[in-house]
């Protein structure tokens, strides 16, 4: 009898489909991170020089994370959750965080935001919102700053105990977000060459903390389903890589694809993250600043910066800029 | 962090027999514990004998940790706190002002970048004369470079005064140059010390009054890291990274729990042709809508 119950399955290949997609379904973020699907448990890994708009796509996956799907007849596309933003980089600018809210809240999307900024109709004052969402999407969104590799241990440490308080209300956390996972990266690298008392006591290096730092995150997300994003700045580029990149864009012949086949053969920047965290991470994007600049209006020229995805290789770039009303596409 | 020995009297849960069983797994503080995994340790612990016990005393490590990390706030927490405590401090320069929106931004660092003599020390002196003037709070002057200049602050601060009431200009003058406190560091570590020192001070501080700190003045990090960059090869970068990134943390930490804009002007050595067109984007950024140059 056990043998033939095992032979016979728990349920058809249809009924496991219908279980898991009602579950996890994909997370359609805003461009440019539109060109692949990401579900829960997916490590994005936003990688890129300073400045080129990383925290503002983090802000952006934030906003898209807090936002109601349907609030009063209006759509917003959002996924109706709560997101987690740990700040190692304590850069964060809650203004600009409260101004992007406001604009998105006050007219659906975000192409119509688009159309009446270009027409000057919102000013920066005057934006009419809803204040009870405005204030509902707020509380939506949980913020830590941690100095240094230890508050950050701590904070995933005590994560879970937090993200189960919040689902004792009955919200559910979509989103983990961190900005600048490499920050304490060469802080924790001097501090390598500390001796410790005792032979097999683990040092506080970059391999172990980081070794800790991935296994923690990997066990919140088995026990709470979400989508994990990590902006990393890349330090030291490549430097006869990227020479060999704007000899190649200045050619007025240069077609995307050649620039894809130069990117596919070796990573543009150099890697400087222990493997541990490199595996961790399923999807990668890099971002860069291009030397064109687009001018919008009169008064304002706004750079154009390329994305790449790098894992699940891509091989063309998105070209986008930041506006005030938050990140667009350039054809 | 403390060793788990000395937390024995506050805790008393956290007894010898603990201590021996993390000892074994070779935990001898909190420090050690961060970088354990505490699941694995308490299904260690279940096969003592003293298990309940052991597993109270890690749940009660686990709310030690708890209070390790800066607390959480939601998002209209942080923003009343933005509101409440983080406002724009004027250069006392309108040209500056416009490009900052406004000022220097209390709670971030602000870095001022440029080639030597562009000004970058006269911006601080008149931001520092402007808020000491305009008695918004004290200002703390760091000087590595001995380029601090009582005589060019008077200037400042007597530039819109009447110049007819001579004796109450003078108590005026004596009571802004009162709120500025210069200090010369010569080495990034005397700079350490000092900002430690500023940091229990604010935090032992009674709030209020117009002592308070609104401003600190670093002129410059840059200059105090670069002679430890000619160490012995690639160690040497290395330490002066993590030097430079501490230094930027410890900065950003006294500027958002104490409410304080930090300003540091910033050589900017141009090295090749192609950093020579980082440098240009990088003046070119102030102009841009989101373009403070924040660190």
Redesign the interface.
């Known amino acids: 009898m056990e043998a033939k119950g095992w032979i016979s399955g728990d349920e058809s290949a249809k009924e496991m489909l219908g279980r898991v997609l009602s579950r996890a379904r994909p997370f359609l973020l805003l461009p440019p991170l539109h060109r692949v699907p990401l579900r829960p448990r997916n490590v994005l890994e936003i990688v890129g020089p300073s400045p080129s708009a990383k925290t503002h796509l983090l802000i952006q996956a934030a906003l898209t994370c807090v936002l109601p799907v349907d609030w009063n007849g209006v759509h917003y596309g959002g996924f109706d959750g709560f997101a987690i933003f740990i700040d190692l980089d304590c850069r964060f600018d809650i203004f600009r965080f409260s101004h992007l809210l406001k604009l998105r809240l006050a007219s659906g999307s975000v192409s119509e935001i688009d159309r009446e900024q270009n027409n000057n109709t919102i000013k920066r004052s005057s934006i009419a919102y809803d204040e009870e969402l405005y204030t509902l999407c707020m509380r939506r969104f949980s913020y830590v700053r941690c100095y240094d590799s230890f508050e950050f241990l701590a904070t995933l440490k005590t994560l879970h105990y937090r993200i189960q308080k919040e689902k004792a209300y009955g919200n559910c956390v979509h989103m983990l977000l961190i900005d600048s996972i490499g920050a304490f990266h060469w802080i924790d690298r001097a501090s390598t060459c500390l001796p410790l008392r005792g032979s097999n006591r683990k040092s506080h290096s970059v391999q172990t903390v980081l070794e800790t730092v991935v296994q923690e995150i990997r066990k919140l997300l088995l026990l709470h389903p979400m989508l994990a994003i990590a902006t990393k700045a890349t330090l030291f580029g490549n430097r006869a890589m990227n020479e060999a990149k704007c000899r190649n864009l200045r050619k007025p012949d240069t077609s995307y694809s050649q620039i894809g086949g130069i990117t596919a053969l070796q990573l543009p920047y150099r890697e400087y993250m222990p493997s541990a965290w490199q595996t961790f991470v399923t999807h990668r994007i890099l971002l860069r600043p291009s030397d064109d600049h687009l001018a919008v209006s009169d008064d304002q020229n706004h750079s154009v910066y390329f994305s790449e995805w790098l894992l699940p290789s891509l091989s063309f770039l998105d070209k986008f800029i930041v506006k005030e009303a938050g990140v667009f596409l350039v054809a | ?1 403390a060793p788990l020995k000395s937390l024995e009297q506050e805790y008393p849960i956290l007894d010898s027999n603990f201590q021996s069983f993390c000892a074994s797994h ?3 503080s909190v ?2 514990l ?6 694995v340790l308490a299904a260690f612990a279940e096969q003592e004998s003293s298990s309940e016990r052991l597993k109270q005393g890690i749940a009660q490590v ?1 709310s030690i ?2 209070g ?9 927490e ?2 009343e706190d ?1 509101q409440r405590n983080k406002h724009v401090l004027s250069t006392g320069c309108e040209g500056i002002d416009l490009l900052l929106h406004g000022g220097l931004r209390v709670g ?1 660092l602000t870095e001022l970048v440029g080639p030597s003599s562009s000004g970058k020390t006269q911006v601080c002196l008149l931001a520092a004369s402007n808020v000491a003037k305009k008695h918004i709070g004290s200002v703390v002057y760091l000087d590595t470079g001995n380029s601090f200049s009582p005589q060019r602050v008077t200037q400042f601060i007597c530039q819109h005064s009447d110049p007819a009431i001579d004796q109450a200009k003078h108590r005026t003058l004596q009571k802004v140059m009162n709120n500025i406190s210069c200090k010369s560091v010569f080495d990034i570590f005397t700079m350490f010390d000092v900002l430690h020192q500023l940091e229990f001070n604010l935090r032992s501080q009674m709030q209020g009054g117009d002592c308070k700190v609104q401003l600190l003045i670093v002129d410059s990090v840059s200059s105090m890291v670069t002679p430890i960059l000619g160490g012995s090869g690639s160690q040497g970068i ?2 002066w ?3 430079m ?2 230094a930027g ?1 410890l900065l ?2 006294l500027a ?1 729990e104490h409410n304080i804009a930090v300003l540091d002007p910033t050589l900017r050595i141009r090295l090749k042709a ?1 950093d020579l ?1 980082n440098g240009f ?1 990088n003046k070119k ?1 102030k ?4 373009g403070r140059k ?1 660190v």
């Open positions: 962090m070779d935990i001898f420090e050690d961060l970088l354990h995994d505490l699941y686990l940790i708890d390790q990390h800066q607390p959480w706030l939601n998002g209209i942080l923003l933005a971030q290395h330490s990274h993590a030097l990134i501490s943390y950003k930490k958002h192609s067109k984007r950024g102009n841009q809508k989101k924040i």
